[in-house]
């Protein structure tokens, strides 16, 4: 028996076109056939909302050295920067692909500095439960935009908080041993994301 494949970002799109009853697509390219656009903006916007709010597989502590110029580059991935270690309490920002000091309003350098990262990645690179809980996210919002059916966004609205939940822990298993354990954000994270779910699984739940 073949194993269950990981969900991709075909995966996730299909996912969100069978909540509304369309057919599933074997192709992100517009074949002229199927135009998954929206359906591929929806994804996209979501995927962001989710990434910038920071997990243990998406934040990195990295180091950064100014160049001749004191000028510090950054790739377009950086979703949002924090100053850690030495540089805690800093705050930075990114301006014209160049990091930016905002306490002392500069992008020029006379150090390296010590940042934690929150990155971007491509769908495919995402973690399985987070994956599917982006995609269950992104099902709910696609139906409301394309449908508006009350009864389909009851159902939806289950299966992310079901998806949420497993992401949750799925999250919690990895921080262990990493330098965001102690940090406060994740349990931040969980309680406001998570109230918003239940709320949003109460609101919505079938009578």
């Not at 994740?186 to 779910?197: K, P």
Request: aromatic share 8%.
């Amino acid at each position: 028996m073949a194993l269950a494949q990981r969900l991709d970002k075909l995966g996730a799109i299909n996912l969100m076109l069978t909540s509304t009853g369309e057919q599933k697509v074997s192709t992100l390219v517009d074949d002229g056939v199927n135009d998954t656009d929206d359906a591929q903006q929806v994804l996209d916007e979501i995927t962001i909302e989710v990434l910038s709010d920071g997990w243990d597989f998406n934040q990195i502590r990295t180091v950064l050295s100014p160049d001749t110029s004191g000028n510090i580059s950054v790739t377009n991935n950086y979703l949002r920067i924090d100053g850690t270690d030495t540089d805690y309490r800093r705050r930075f920002t990114v301006r014209g692909n160049k990091l930016y000091d905002l306490d002392n309003a500069t992008d020029v350098f006379d150090k390296a500095v010590t940042l934690k990262v929150t990155q971007n990645l491509e769908f495919d690179d995402i973690p399985s439960a987070c994956a599917f809980f982006i995609a269950r996210s992104a099902a709910r919002v696609y139906q409301q935009q394309t449908k508006g059916d009350p009864q389909a966004d009851q159902i939806l609205a289950q299966q992310e908080l079901r998806a949420w939940e497993r992401l949750k822990k799925d999250n919690a298993k990895t921080q262990d041993f990493n330098w965001i354990h102690d940090s406060r954000s994740v349990t931040r994270l969980s309680a406001e994301r998570g109230t918003r779910y239940q709320q949003d699984f109460e609101n919505n739940r079938p009578i």
